[in-house]
């Protein structure tokens, strides 16, 4: 089973509104990541956690706020967005950190 | 930084056709992976890749590695309409003491049926 899902496929949000994007996964893995996609363009790592604590930040806005709360749930929690944050967000885990990677079927996020 | 450029950015093929798409890096590559992905979904995980000349298959899609690992190939037999979708490479890369992925532009591949 190499499953990892996402809630929820599609959330629009306005600018001044707080939500949150939930990932699972339930293969054992020990590192989560949470990805940022534009139209026509590769994912952008935004965040990795390895064994629930933050390992890589790659410089995202503070109004982009990850947690995980144990090994299997990776969260993004979402504040005052701003409608260049529209995006495809994904998830993916791995066994450890630098090992393949598998994706959610993604977030689609409109903020208006 | 690593960088991987991938060729062609897009392709349009009859159905039964062979394609080829490649992914060059500006560095010695450690882990190259290959993905799938349907517009506005999730990635499928196609092949890994580690040693230099190697070659991986899966139904009727081929990846190699070449001796000098910076370039890597995709191949498609007998395309099919299924077979449709962006194919990303992705290069296992290290910031500090972390390992993350970067990945290339990607390919839009259509198969007409």
Sequence with gaps: DTEVTQTPKH????????KSLKCEQHMGHRAMYWYKQKAKKPPELMFVYSYEKLSINESV???FSPECPNSSLLN???HALQPEDS???LCASSQG?????YFGPGTRLLVL | ????????????VQEGKNLTINCTSSKTLYGLYW???KYGEGLIFLMMLQKGGEEKSHEKITAKLDEKKQQSSLHITASQPSHAGIYLCGASTTSGSARQLTFGSGTQL???P
């Design chain 1, 11 to 18: 959330l629009v949000m306005g600018m001044t509104n707080k």
């Design chain 1, 61 to 63: 806005p503070s109004r």
């Design chain 1, 76 to 78: 993004l929690h979402l």
């Design chain 1, 87 to 89: 995006a495809l967000y």
């Design chain 1, 97 to 101: 950190q630098g090992g393949t990677q």
């Design chain 2, 1 to 12: 930084s690593q960088e991987l450029e991938q060729s062609p950015q897009s392709l349009i």
């Design chain 2, 35 to 37: 993905y799938k992905q």
């Design chain 2, 110 to 112: 259509t198969v007409l």
